[in-house]
């Protein structure tokens, strides 16, 4: 058989696999769950024998300590996959609920009622825990799962996927309802892309350069953020000790992720005092900072920022700064080199929160806090399957629900139209 | 300039204007609306000349009876126009409504607020209707719109599209919100079509040709339907004056529209009874019957259906027929053959009716009333901008709120990540 007939064997099976999950009660899903987080601490011993083999030969291949580090699967490793399963238990399941109903002047009734996608596709780049999350996640969700690691992982992925099946089977759940493709070929992904007639939604999970490669060839809706370039704006009105907190938690707290502040925007009349304190709690983490000519004025001695800081992403402890003469200015700056990510101002001003909150478009904005809060688990959706900064279907962190859709239902008792 | 340069241009300018249409008041939007509707009746004159242009053309190129009534603009069809932008002043403006509200175990508030798309491009066919129709929801929601219509309309689309970008800037918005593509050539809708940096939603609008050329060609989310194969299931617990009733509305009263019925399936243990009380309505509305053999069992002399027939879309008083054996056997038919646009059941069986609503996952579903129903105006949207079969960002009929996304936002003092 040609990779071609592989790829789509796999989707037809999901694309049937989906059928009957829809329909499945919660406690048939949840036992499922459970059964997949049992049986990955039992099989621990075979997951991190097939994971040596990736190991083995990544240090072949010369990949980075860091690299091997997200790539080991060790046990605290595989009873943190286990434990997210049994997380994803205890959230509510989303299909069925209806959302809304209403009555038309006719006397028919109608409303709207949450039913899964149907197939999802998820490629991703090295760390196979993800292989056990986004199976859960889906699951519950009702919709069948299509995951396609990286290359470097295969071996962890598809002892992780056997595993996850037999639990699947015992528990009643078709085995195809969370499948890993075995190809490493790009053409393999390529294939895939092309099936829209089986899989309705793609979830690219990586770098830059794999989010654009999945979205350029895609034929299937897509939901993807390419980076973020988030900002704090500290206002002419901040509390002065709140904004210190904020920058330093926003930047220094986890730098290389996503939600992490990469430029600083500072009204001009509060920069000459809160800008020395600021760069004294950067220079003691070891944050080097990039500044605009205002900026310099005030902070001698730090790099220039040239126009292309103010579009990186560093995911680094690199912070780009600078000052603006208005409200507005912040605005303006934000508009056009955000990435429509997460952004946050800090003020005890009523008018500029509420401002900022209505005028800035990104897909989370905040007011008085970091913008580390932009994600799944900490704005209360329970899981994080992905985030979107692409506004149709989903825009920001994506939970259970965001991997739903809803019908329109309606309850008759005769009506025909006039 | 290349008609690349022109459609960028275009692009570029719907990008600015959509900034300051996401922060407009609903007071602005509206006075906008109603200046649009009464310079459309000022300008009937205006308009009419224009038309002429386009039917004059039309008639050269040999275009149908058919088509030249929905090219043609009269004083009716025009104050239609104007009409229907009045009603979309009376609709609840969707940009700004907080959805939901939630307290983290951090003290922070966490809601999600609806905010328009952005930029939003709409390519159909011959009604210049349609030019005012798109431009009225897309304004209302805070979008600026990209209209591309057939070039056999072109005249007097550029004529609407003056009148409404005066009647705009009198209101203080942006006259960029509504734009008409006067390119011709589908050169220009390629281009439009790469723009995704601008462009932030395509709908087509048309038959399956145009649609399926523009979700081939689009780098650009596209929300679609390419045609409805709805279903009406007369379940063996049906009323029979209800049942025909409904397969009667569903079949005859507007048979070239994508929510008519174009499959009726009979339960084997009353289709003796209902066949021939059916059969004998369609013929006297001239209905063409193509049956099962089951069905020809029954019905004697009717057409033979052929595979074809499950999965036509036949816009015309053609009907298939199919005797089903069991509940079961009508859901596995629709499963396979729906085109996930609106499928009906008729019972008085409170678990039939339950098992369909849940286990039918196409966009509308409905239990005893007409598949006709299956229209945002008569759902209580109060709109329609089109529908979409694709389970992404919106299923089914699609109103002013399908045209909004929505943005998480945090109000917190002094929330930093631990």
Known sequence: MSIKDDVLKIAVSAKEASLSLATLGSEVKNKALLNMADALEKNAARLKQANKKDIDGAIKKGLTKAMLDRLTLTDKVISGMAEGLRQVVALPDPVGEVTGMWKRPNGMTVGKMRIPLGVIGIIYESRPNVTADAAGLCLKSGNAVILRGGSE????????AEVLNSACAKAGVNEKAVQVMPMIDKEAILELLKLEDYIDLIIPRGG????????????????????????????????????????????????GVCNAMETLLVHKNIAKKFLP???????????????????KAILKGIKDATEEDWSAEYLDLILAVKVVGSFDE?????????????????????????RFLKEVNSSTVVVNASTRFSDGF????????????????????????????????????????E
Chains 1, 2 share one sequence.
Do not use: W
Request: proline letters at 3%; a neutral charge.
């Open 330 to 354: 912040a605005i303006s700056h934000i508009t056009k080199y955000a990435s429509l990510h997460t952004e946050s101002i800090v003020t005890n001003d009523y008018a500029n929160a509420q």
């Open 277 to 295: 304190m600021m760069h004294e709690e950067y220079e003691k983490a070891g944050v080097e900072l990039r500044g605009c000519p205002k900026t």
């Open 208 to 255: 830059e350069g794999l989010i654009r490669f999945v979205s350029e060839n895609s034929r299937i809706p897509v939901i993807k953020h390419y980076k973020g370039v988030c900002h704090v704006f500290v206002d002419e009105f901040a509390d002065m000790d709140m904004a210190k907190n904020i920058c330093f938690n926003s930047k220094v707290q986890r730098p």
């Open 153 to 160: 992982a295969i071996h962890s992925n598809v002892a992780i």
């Open 378 to 417: 900490q704005l209360g959706l329970g899981a994080e399957i992905g985030i979107s900064t692409s506004k149709l279907h989903a825009f920001g962190p994506m939970g259970l629900v965001e991997l739903t859709t809803q019908k329109f239902i309606i309850y008759g008792n005769g009506q025909v139209r």
